[in-house]
């Protein structure tokens, strides 16, 4: 199956949901701006996604490391326990639709990363702070509570935290399943990493743009990396909850996006390459990966790009799915999410 018309050659593209400039025309309509045909409205959407999403979580906040970290939960405590952590720029309620259908037979609960969502930001993010972090939010939320460990599941960047996480500290969790997680930018000196650093421009000091109103706001959100939106009420949803309030330069209130625009640029990787200095990071405990048949993270690994991810992994594909699964089939992602935990790990 071919790869979203973003992916060709000479399309910025960007690695690891790392935030990337593209010229008006770079990208196809539908990929740059998906959302602006709808000019503000809502897309319709099934019945299974309202009903979903009507089933509002418990919101709170978990200290960590002194960061107040936003944190949404569903389903009772004493159940065993999901912990969901979500791609880079994100937030909790990308599995705000996904989570009910979990909470069933598990304690769920999804958290804002750090520097995202209405988490706090701070000066400085490292991979080992993201673990300290989710185990003071699955302590916090009564996921042990369910006479064992938790399991994470972790899409995007958010994979490659749990990933990391599962092998800096496997006595944390009784499993890990990583959904579309990949690892590291383009191959050094290829002509791809020369056009991914020209273009890309986060910096601590560029702040996030303030726009007007929501409708501006939304006309601008396209993901990272590129794609098409399969189920546009679902990018809808998620854009929507993206968005805080802000001054204008000028005066009065307007809209911007909640994550902090430094935090490439402010995401110390020593520890994780410490560990990744003499090869792929060992890890012990039970590991699957979901992946989209047609995403580029997967198209790179297939191309050698290397990857941590040991060779015998259990791996899912999700058919006609490009990175961000719950976006283009979020109904094929429960399903895969809950045949594997009904049988996995045994």
């Known amino acids: 199956m071919a790869l979203d018309p973003a992916i060709k050659e000479g399309a910025p593209v960007g690695y690891d949901d790392h935030p990337i400039h593209s010229e008006p025309g770079a990208l196809p309509p539908e990929v740059q701006a998906p959302l602006a045909p709808f000019q503000g409205r809502e897309p319709d959407a099934p019945k299974w996604f309202t009903d979903a999403i009507a089933k509002a979580p418990e919101r709170s906040f978990v200290t960590s490391l002194g960061t107040k970290l936003e944190v949404l939960t569903w389903g009772e405590v004493g159940k065993p326990g999901l912990l969901l952590a979500h791609g880079n720029s994100a937030h909790a309620d990308w599995w705000s639709f996904i989570a009910p259908f979990l909470a069933e037979d598990y304690r769920v609960a999804s958290m804002s990363l ?3 969502g209405a988490s706090d930001w701070r000066d400085s993010y490292a991979f080992q702070d993201f673990a300290e972090d ?3 939010v699955a302590q916090a939320t009564g996921l042990y509570e369910g ?3 938790p399991i994470y599941i972790g899409h995007s960047f958010g994979g490659s935290q749990v990933f990391f996480a599962a092998a800096l500290h496997p006595e944390r969790m009784h499993a890990a399943i990583l959904v579309d997680t990949g690892f590291g930018g383009p191959p050094p000196g ?11 421009i986060p910096t601590i000091d560029r702040a996030n743009k303030v726009y007007p109103d929501v409708k501006s706001a939304l006309a601008r959100f396209r993901f990272m990396p590129p794609q098409a939106a399969g189920n546009l009420f679902v990018a809808d949803f998620i854009a929507r909850r993206s968005l805080k309030s802000a001054p204008l330069p000028d005066g009065g209130e307007g809209f911007t996006w909640r994550f902090d625009p430094g935090m490439w640029n402010k995401l110390d990787r020593s520890v994780m390459m410490g560990m990744t200095a003499d090869g792929p990071p060992k890890v012990t405990l039970p590991l699957a990966h979901i992946y989209g048949d047609r995403s580029v993270v997967m198209s790179r690994r297939k191309g050698g790009q290397p990857s941590p991810l040991p060779e015998n992994i259990l791996e899912i594909a999700i ?3 490009a990175h961000h699964i719950m976006v283009d089939q979020p109904l094929a992602l429960i399903a895969a999410l809950r045949a594997l935990l009904s049988v996995w790990p045994s």
């Open 114 to 116: 750090a520097g995202m």
């Open 134 to 136: 989710a185990e003071a």
């Open 147 to 149: 006479g064992r460990k």
């Open 190 to 200: 290829s002509e791809e990493a020369k056009r991914f650093e020209a273009r890309n």
């Open 319 to 321: 058919p006609d799915s």
